[in-house]
């Protein structure tokens, strides 16, 4: 077992956190110390991150929420910047986000400091002069899907299929098991509704998705509808944006589970993103 890794890390979205807490999970499996810092959520930070601050401040969703977050956010990137060349890690991993991370990433491989990217941004699909960038700022691209390391290598930026962990996680679940473990009867129609994990999603959708609850419920009342929030601050942001009351025998709030409630359901709610990739896995 090598003895210690000095890694600094940001993730700037709830998935992303969730995926930094596997990498920092895998590699305890082969250093006996890792010294980790930067930006990350509650499962990061549960494994030892001390983070420089709060996700849901650079989480962004629509150009209201840029113009509102973009201030703190280049206050933080400049801070954290500075911490990581008075102090260099011995690698920095940036996780999805390429908005935020892929302009540190650059000024940290000009300093001599190895950088890696997992979540491959969608340049395969549109804006690809973005390319260029992350050819200058990552030392290695640690994508999701294979198609993608095929993509990378073939415009020589050094890259390595790492997997999708979701895939492996999902595969487990079981619809009757799932229902079980939320107390759901096994022969109830169960609706998961993910209005996503950005406030300013929830803020957005939470009101259309209830509504849409509400219409669902007069129709067909006999159908059960289980909302997993991101984080108990979403909670607070869904109760404090919309009147649950019409409803509220209806549904469902729970902090987190959202795999777990995706397995129970027949039919899925969600705002785009992982959950999307999530539902399918879980056959909702």
Known sequence: MISRLRLAVVAAEPSGDRLGAGVLAALRQIYQEVDVRGIGGPEMTRLGLNSLCDIHDLSVMGVEDLFRKLPRALAVRRRLLADLLADPPDLFL????????????KRLRRAKIPTAHLVSPTVWAWRSYRLRKIRNAVDKMLVLFPFEETFYRERNVPAVCVGHPAAREIAGLERGAARRALHIDPDATVVAVLPGSRESEVKRLGSIFIET??????????????????????????????????????????????????A???????ASGTAALEAALAGT
Do not use: C, Q, W, Y
Request: glycine share 2%; net charge positive; hydrophobic share 45%.
């Open 94 to 105: 940036g996780i999805d986000s390429p908005d935020f991370n892929l302009s540190l990433e």
């Open 213 to 262: 609850i509400k219409r669902v419920a007069e129709r067909r009342p006999d159908v059960r509808f289980i909302v997993p929030l991101a984080s108990e601050r979403m909670r607070d942001v869904l109760t404090e944006t919309v009147r649950l009351e019409p409803v509220k025998h209806k549904v469902m709030l729970l902090n987190g589970r959202a795999r777990e409630v995706l």
């Open 264 to 270: 129970a359901s027949d039919v899925a709610l969600l």
